[in-house]
C-alpha cells in the first residue's frame, strides 16, 4: 500500500466514524477533553501505521481500540500519581502500603464493550450538545463542533474559518479546559433543558451554513466545503431527534438554499442574481428532500419555527417557475410571522426585498428607510445594498448611486463586490 492511499484510508473513516469513536471513548472515560485528546492520538497513530503496514479490515474498531488504551494508560498515570499524593499525605504504613487507603484500580474492565450500537446516536448526540454548550463563545461552539463531530483536523477548521491554525488550536484547547472547569457532564441533557440547548445546536449550524453559502470574505461566493458540512451535520442531527419540528425544519431550510448552489454562479465563477438563474440547473433532489424534510416539520402540529419559516420560504422559490411567478404575497406573510418570533434587522431587510416584489419599490423602502439606525446592519453592506436597488427603481438614480458606493466600499466578498459593481456601472 502507498503512503498516499495509506492516509487517504485514514482520513475517510475519521470523517465518517470520528463523532461516535469520541462520544464513545468520552462515554467509557466519563471525561470529555481525554476523550477526545485520546481519539486525536489514535488519529495520529493511524497516519503512521497504517500507510507502513496497511488498512485495518474493521477501521473505526482499530481506532477504538487504540483510543481506549490511550485512555487507559491516562488512567494509570493517574492512578500513580493519587497514590504518591495520598503517599505524601497520610504516610506508608507496613509494607509500603498507603494508610488509611486501599487504591481503587481506575482502569475499568478492558473488555468493556464500547462499539454498542446502542449507544452510539446517544453518543452522537451529547458530542453535539457538549461541544454546543453555553459556556462556551459562540466561536469555540464552532470549532468544536467542527472538530468533534464533523471530524475536521485543526488544519482544515483553519481554513474553513478562514483564521490561522494555531487560534483554531487555541480555541478547541480554551473550550475543552472551560468544560472540564465548568464539569459539564458527558450526555444529552436532561428533557428541561433539550430544548434550549438544542437551540444553540441548530444555532451553530446555521452559522457554518450560512457562512458557506454566502462567504462574508474572500474570492468564492459559495465555500461548498463549509456548507456541505453543515447539512451533513444537520441530517444527523435529524435522525438522532427525529421528533424535534425544528431540526428538520433547519435541514429543510439548508437543502432547500443548496439547491440553488449549481445556478448561483456562472462559468466565470461570478454570482448570478436571482432573477437571472437557470432554474433547470437546481438540484432537484434537494428540493425533494428538502420539501421532505420541512413536510415533517410540518406534521408535527406545533407550527413552523424560525428555521422552518424560513424554509417555507425557500420552498416558495423552489417550486416557483420564475421570479415573476414567485408567490411574493405569502413570502411577506412568511416573512412577517417570521419577524414575530425571531426579530431581527436582517428579517425586516429580507421582508423589505418581498414587499417591493409584491406591492411595489415605494413601500420597501418605507421599511428600509427605518433599519438605517440598527446597529446589527451599521457595518454590513447589505442595507444600502438593498436601498440602492430600491431607490434605482424608483429613478432616483444619485442617492443610488450613493448608495451602492457605499455597498462596495463594505463589501468584503470579492465575488459580490463585483455583482455591485455591475450594478453601479449600470445606474451610470
Not at 44 to 56: C, K, Q, S, Y
Not at 153 to 175: F, G, H, K, N
Request: glycine share 8%.
Amino acid at each position: 500500500m502507498t503512503d498516499h492511499s495509506g492516509r487517504e484510508a485514514v482520513a475517510a473513516v475519521w470523517r465518517i466514524e470520528s463523532a461516535r469513536i469520541v462520544g464513545a471513548l468520552a462515554r467509557y472515560t466519563g471525561d470529555f477533553a481525554l476523550a477526545e485528546d485520546c481519539a486525536q492520538e489514535a488519529l495520529a497513530e493511524a497516519l503512521v501505521t497504517w500507510p507502513r503496514d496497511g488498512v485495518p479490515r474493521d477501521r473505526a474498531g482499530w481506532l477504538l481500540t487504540v483510543g481506549r488504551r490511550r485512555a487507559i494508560d491516562a488512567f494509570r498515570r493517574r492512578s500513580t500519581l493519587d497514590e504518591k499524593y495520598a503517599a505524601l499525605t497520610h504516610g506508608l504504613g507496613e509494607g509500603g502500603a498507603v494508610s488509611g487507603r486501599t487504591p481503587a484500580d481506575p482502569v475499568r474492565d478492558a473488555e468493556e464493550v464500547l462499539w454498542d450500537p446502542d449507544r452510539i446516536d446517544d453518543d452522537t448526540l451529547a458530542l453535539m450538545f457538549v461541544s454546543c454548550h453555553p459556556v462556551l463563545s459562540r466561536e469555540a461552539q464552532v470549532a468544536l463542533t467542527l472538530r468533534v463531530v464533523g471530524g475536521l483536523t485543526s488544519d482544515e477548521i483553519a481554513r474553513v474559518l478562514l483564521v490561522p491554525t494555531a487560534t483554531v488550536q487555541a480555541r478547541i484547547t480554551r473550550a475543552k479546559k472551560t468544560l472540564k472547569a465548568a464539569r459539564v457532564p458527558f450526555g444529552v441533557p436532561p428533557a428541561g433543558e433539550r430544548t434550549e440547548r438544542l437551540g444553540s445546536v441548530l444555532s451553530v449550524l446555521y452559522l457554518i451554513f450560512t457562512e458557506g453559502s454566502s462567504a462574508g470574505s474572500g474570492e468564492e461566493l459559495i465555500r461548498f466545503d463549509l456548507a456541505g458540512e453543515a447539512q451533513r451535520l444537520a441530517r444527523v442531527l435529524s435522525r438522532l431527534v427525529p421528533g424535534e419540528p425544528e431540526v428538520h425544519g433547519l435541514l429543510g431550510l439548508l437543502e432547500l438554499t443548496a439547491a440553488r448552489f449549481p445556478a448561483r454562479t456562472g462559468p466565470d465563477g461570478r454570482p448570478v442574481l436571482l432573477e437571472h438563474q437557470d432554474r433547470r440547473r437546481w438540484d432537484r433532489a434537494a428540493i425533494h428532500r428538502g420539501r421532505a424534510a420541512l413536510a415533517r416539520a410540518e406534521r408535527a402540529g406545533r407550527g413552523l419555527g424560525p428555521y422552518g419559516l424560513q424554509a417555507a420560504i425557500a420552498e416558495c422559490h423552489a417550486v416557483a417557475p420564475s421570479v415573476e411567478a414567485t408567490d411574493w404575497e405569502r413570502i411577506v406573510l412568511l416573512y412577517e410571522a417570521l419577524g414575530r418570533l425571531a426579530p431581527s434587522p436582517v428579517v425586516d431587510l429580507n421582508r423589505a426585498v418581498a414587499v417591493c416584489m409584491a406591492q411595489g419599490p415605494a413601500e420597501a423602502l418605507s421599511i428600509v428607510d427605518g433599519l438605517r439606525t440598527a446597529k446589527a446592519l451599521s457595518n454590513s453592506h447589505l442595507l444600502p445594498s438593498v436601498r440602492g436597488e430600491l431607490l434605482a427603481r424608483l429613478g432616483r438614480t444619485d442617492e443610488a448611486s450613493s448608495e451602492l458606493d457605499l455597498a462596495i466600499r463594505r463589501c468584503g466578498n470579492k465575488s459580490e463586490r463585483s455583482v455591485l459593481e455591475d450594478k453601479l456601472a449600470d445606474l451610470r
